[in-house]
């Protein structure tokens, strides 16, 4: 215990850049998720397909290799990002394509009899989405996205194979110098799930796929 | 360098990744099958621990599993190799996983079930055995091979600790070759290939349940 | 019935088809103004689906539908644009099965809903109208509560106050005390019965042979996608003259 005491001050840095890049993937990454959730259901499939397969790529490969894929693979087409950014950026793109899923599920989930009562009350197609649709579906889709948040926070944990500065790698660092693997590990595991559970708490959330 | 050259160098990591993923499931399906009867109970000294067992191993990433395993218990343990302690870590957490799934799967069967079995005046443990379990199972398959690719896709931090898997091998080429963007997108296929197959077992598991039970 | 020769909404030869299989064929019905039609038979017999053609959610493959002046045309015979669609989705109100009252909303909000924005009336005014029209169907206490505190029977009396509050002419019914207790159906039919008195048209999917003998001015038999048997109420339901008919009534009758 006196061991965390100790370590604690060398760790929170590390806790601070994993927020900040939980932070930085959702902030570029939902808006997309938007989007393409958006344009899934699209009349014109030339438009729906390609988003589909983007949204698939995105969720079936895992979080490493994008990760790999933006920090090691872009600066050969010449785009170089920092470790971090890297890091924010692939993230991003699996948080977009994650979101766009539940949230073309939550768009699905609203009973088509709703719709249908807008359509016989004269609403046009848009006031049936902007009033009855869209205001079902947010209430779907927040404990999914909550859910996933959590799962992003400690999908960040990733970045520590690109050497960016965040809690893993601060926890790493740490035992290497001091040869306390037990005690900086522990000590990262714990701050990982007391964020993680508090989150889950206040949230309620209790849908939670392992996905990253 | 060809595609086809790299393609052949990621390949010797299949084997290890595929294997790796099916002994973490396993180890998984195994241990988190009492863990979700704990969790069931109707005994707060069995179904509390497991509560906290399940919350604990969801609650912190894959990566610090591994590391804490290699790392900490692995230090009592000199012979365990990279590949071991990933079968391990993930192992846990994938029994966590699976008894969310075992547990939603038993609740799933209808109360009346469990009236109807225990009016024929047969016992809990063949009432679990001959009536509910089998039902359980077939609703189980979807929601079990969807975790078997997320599992696939947690596998690739394996490579962090030396397992020679394909992504530890894509690594490897990368630095090699420099053409990390090429061989990074081959091992990203990979990876959708692997679970393609699995994915339209659950997809069709699906279809065919929810015809079966009338769901 | 001596009414005026002028039908307020005629439908002729309607056709409704999913993926290639025909569900309607040839429907024609002339609802005059003020009448009540009850449309019964057995399930699968169409019925529904040629009531939701009436506002265009199932469009009919062919045939056309007079209503108010305008023409509407199904799909192989030119289809409706956008705006005429809309013309005739206000001036027809319809009551569903399964209430399909907005959960987000409260049942006075529900009602405001379409007014404000289909209609375009003002907020304060919207909110009048929705008042009055909770109260006429015996609701006036449960304005503020979301449908999913409200009983089923008032759910159902909710969705009939949205409908009205946008003044329309025809009234709509596909089953609507089909997903009901007895006990709350009861206070629907009642709601149902006044508006019939008050003047109301309406078209009435239903399997409660009370009603339609009570209620309506005229039943139309449905089997199999077509018209069998119509006539005034009381007479068809007492005295059905097609076997297909007099089966389905004993059938009904028996249980």
Same mark, same amino acid.
């Not at chain 2, 609740?107 to 443990?125: C, K």
């Not at chain 2, 030396?162 to 990074?184: H, K, P, Y």
């Not at chain 3, 759910?155 to 509050?165: F, K």
């Given at each position: 215990?006196?061991?965390?005491?100790?370590?604690?001050?060398?760790?929170?840095?590390?806790?601070?850049?994993?927020?900040?890049?939980?932070?930085?993937?959702?902030?570029?990454?939902?808006?997309?998720?938007?989007?393409?959730?958006?344009?899934?259901?699209?009349?014109?499939?030339?438009?729906?397909?390609?988003?589909?397969?983007?949204?698939?790529?995105?969720?079936?490969?895992?979080?490493?290799?994008?990760?790999?894929?933006?920090?090691?693979?872009?600066?050969?087409?010449?785009?170089?990002?920092?470790?971090?950014?890297?890091?924010?950026?692939?993230?991003?793109?699996?948080?977009?394509?994650?979101?766009?899923?539940?949230?073309?599920?939550?768009?699905?989930?609203?009973?088509?009899?709703?719709?249908?009562?807008?359509?016989?009350?004269?609403?046009?197609?848009?006031?049936?989405?902007?009033?009855?649709?869209?205001?079902?579906?947010?209430?779907?889709?927040?404990?999914?996205?909550?859910?996933?948040?959590?799962?992003?926070?400690?999908?960040?944990?990733?970045?520590?194979?690109?050497?960016?500065?965040?809690?893993?790698?601060?926890?790493?660092?740490?035992?290497?110098?001091?040869?306390?693997?037990?005690?900086?590990?522990?000590?990262?595991?714990?701050?990982?799930?007391?964020?993680?559970?508090?989150?889950?708490?206040?949230?309620?959330?209790?849908?939670?796929?392992?996905?990253? | 360098?060809?595609?086809?050259?790299?393609?052949?160098?990621?390949?010797?990591?299949?084997?290890?990744?595929?294997?790796?993923?099916?002994?973490?499931?396993?180890?998984?399906? #195994?241990?988190?099958? %009492?863990?979700?009867?704990?969790?069931?109970?109707?005994?707060?000294?069995?179904?509390? %621990?497991?509560?906290?067992?399940?919350?604990?191993?969801?609650?912190?990433?894959?990566?610090?599993?591994?590391?804490?395993?290699?790392?900490?218990?692995?230090?009592?343990?000199?012979?365990?190799?990279?590949?071991?302690?990933?079968?391990?870590?993930?192992?846990?957490?994938?029994?966590?996983?699976?008894?969310?799934?075992? +547990?939603?799967?038993?609740?799933?069967? %209808?109360?009346?079930?469990?009236?109807?079995?225990?009016?024929?005046?047969?016992?809990?443990?063949?009432?679990?055995?001959?009536?509910?379990?089998?039902?359980?199972?077939?609703?189980?398959?979807? %929601?079990?091979?969807?975790?078997?690719?997320?599992?696939?896709?947690?596998?690739? #931090?394996?490579?962090?600790?030396?397992?020679?898997?394909?992504?530890?091998?894509?690594?490897?080429?990368? +630095?090699?070759?420099?053409?990390?963007?090429?061989?990074?997108?081959?091992?990203?296929?990979?990876?959708?290939?692997?679970?393609?197959?699995?994915?339209?077992?659950? +997809?069709?598991?699906?279809?065919?349940?929810? +015809?079966?039970?009338?769901? | 019935?001596?009414?005026?020769?002028?039908?307020?909404?005629?439908?002729?030869?309607?056709?409704?088809?999913?993926? $290639?299989?025909?569900?309607?064929?040839?429907?024609? =019905?002339?609802?005059?103004?003020?009448?009540?039609?009850?449309?019964?038979?057995?399930?699968?017999? $169409?019925?529904?689906?040629?009531?939701?053609?009436?506002?265009?959610?199932?469009?009919?493959?062919? $045939?056309?539908?007079?209503? @108010?002046?305008?023409?509407?045309?199904?799909?192989?015979?030119?289809?409706?644009?956008?705006?005429?669609?809309?013309? =005739?989705?206000?001036?027809?109100?319809?009551?569903?099965?399964?209430?399909?009252?907005?959960?987000?909303?409260?049942?006075?909000?529900?009602?405001?809903?379409?007014?404000?924005?289909?209609?375009?009336?003002?907020?304060?005014?919207?909110?009048?109208?929705?008042?009055?029209?909770?109260?006429?169907?015996?609701?006036?206490?449960?304005?503020?509560?979301?449908?999913?505190?409200?009983?089923?029977?008032?759910?159902?009396?909710?969705?009939?106050?949205?409908?009205?509050?946008?003044?329309?002419?025809?009234?709509?019914?596909?089953?609507?005390?089909?997903?009901?207790?007895?006990?709350?159906?009861? @206070?629907?039919?009642?709601?149902?019965?006044?508006?019939?008195?008050? $003047?109301?048209?309406? =078209?009435?999917?239903?399997?409660?042979?009370?009603?339609?003998?009570?209620?309506?001015?005229?039943?139309?038999?449905?089997?199999?996608?077509?018209?069998?048997?119509?006539?005034?109420?009381?007479?068809?339901?007492?005295?059905?003259?097609?076997?297909?008919?007099?089966?389905?009534?004993?059938?009904?009758?028996?249980?």
């Amino acid at each position: 215990m006196s061991t965390w005491i100790e370590l604690f001050p060398d760790l929170l840095p590390g806790l601070w850049v994993t927020i900040k890049l939980t932070l930085l993937a959702l902030g570029l990454g939902l808006p997309c998720g938007v989007v393409l959730a958006g344009l899934s259901a699209a009349p014109s499939r030339w438009v729906r397909w390609p988003v589909i397969v983007v949204v698939e790529i995105g969720r079936g490969v895992p979080g490493l290799i994008v990760l790999y894929l933006v920090y090691r693979g872009l600066p050969q087409v010449d785009v170089v990002l920092s470790a971090f950014l890297s890091a924010g950026v692939g993230l991003a793109f699996s948080t977009a394509a994650y979101t766009a899923e539940i949230i073309r599920a939550g768009i699905a989930a609203v009973p088509v009899g709703h719709r249908e009562a807008a359509r016989a009350l004269s609403l046009s197609p848009l006031q049936e989405f902007r009033l009855v649709v869209l205001p079902q579906a947010l209430r779907t889709v927040i404990a999914p996205l909550v859910g996933f948040s959590i799962i992003l926070y400690q999908g960040t944990s990733l970045a520590y194979a690109i050497s960016v500065p965040e809690l893993l790698s601060r926890a790493y660092n740490a035992a290497s110098i001091t040869f306390q693997f037990g005690a900086a590990l522990t000590l990262a595991g714990a701050m990982y799930a007391v964020v993680s559970l508090t989150a889950t708490a206040l949230a309620g959330a209790r849908s939670r796929e392992r996905v990253l | 360098m060809t595609v086809m050259e790299h393609l052949q160098a990621l390949a010797g990591g299949i084997g290890t990744t595929v294997t790796l993923t099916l002994a973490a499931f396993g180890v998984g399906a #195994v241990a988190g099958f %009492p863990l979700a009867l704990a969790r069931r109970s109707s005994q707060w000294w069995l179904r509390l %621990p497991a509560l906290a067992v399940i919350e604990v191993l969801r609650a912190i990433p894959p990566l610090v599993w591994l590391f804490i395993v290699f790392y900490v218990i692995g230090a009592d343990f000199p012979l365990m190799t990279p590949f071991q302690a990933a079968v391990a870590g993930l192992g846990l957490i994938a029994a966590a996983y699976l008894a969310e799934i075992y +547990r939603a799967g038993l609740d799933a069967v %209808p109360d009346g079930q469990w009236e109807a079995a225990s009016a024929t005046g047969i016992g809990t443990l063949t009432t679990y055995r001959k009536v509910v379990l089998p039902q359980a199972a077939l609703i189980v398959v979807p %929601p079990a091979a969807t975790y078997l690719i997320a599992l696939l896709k947690d596998s690739a #931090v394996a490579s962090v600790v030396g397992t020679t898997d394909i992504t530890f091998l894509a690594f490897q080429e990368a +630095r090699v070759t420099l053409e990390g963007f090429e061989v990074f997108v081959i091992a990203a296929a990979l990876y959708l290939a692997l679970s393609a197959p699995v994915a339209l077992v659950a +997809r069709t598991a699906d279809r065919l349940i929810s +015809r079966r039970l009338g769901l | 019935m001596n009414h005026p020769p002028q039908p307020l909404l005629e439908a002729s030869d309607i056709c409704i088809a999913y993926g $290639g299989h025909q569900v309607v064929h040839d429907v024609s =019905l002339a609802v005059a103004p003020g009448e009540v039609i009850s449309l019964i038979g057995p399930s699968g017999a $169409g019925k529904s689906s040629f009531l939701r053609s009436i506002n265009w959610l199932e469009p009919p493959c062919s $045939g056309t539908l007079t209503f @108010d002046g305008s023409t509407f045309r199904g799909l192989r015979d030119g289809g409706v644009s956008k705006r005429q669609l809309q013309g =005739l989705r206000r001036s027809i109100g319809m009551v569903f099965q399964q209430f399909n009252l907005f959960p987000h909303l409260s049942a006075l909000e529900n009602v405001v809903l379409a007014q404000v924005h289909a209609l375009g009336r003002s907020k304060a005014e919207a909110r009048e109208r929705a008042l009055q029209e909770l109260h006429h169907v015996g609701l006036g206490e449960v304005t503020d509560k979301l449908p999913s505190k409200c009983s089923g029977g008032q759910q159902q009396r909710i969705a009939i106050a949205r409908a009205l509050a946008l003044d329309p002419q025809v009234m709509l019914f596909d089953e609507p005390t089909s997903a009901l207790d007895p006990e709350y159906a009861m @206070d629907v039919l009642v709601t149902m019965r006044r508006l019939a008195d008050e $003047g109301m048209t309406m =078209l009435v999917v239903t399997h409660e042979m009370h009603f339609a003998a009570e209620v309506a001015d005229r039943v139309v038999f449905m089997a199999e996608g077509r018209v069998v048997e119509e006539g005034p109420a009381a007479a068809l339901i007492r005295d059905p003259q097609h076997e297909r008919t007099q089966k389905f009534l004993a059938a009904v009758k028996g249980r």
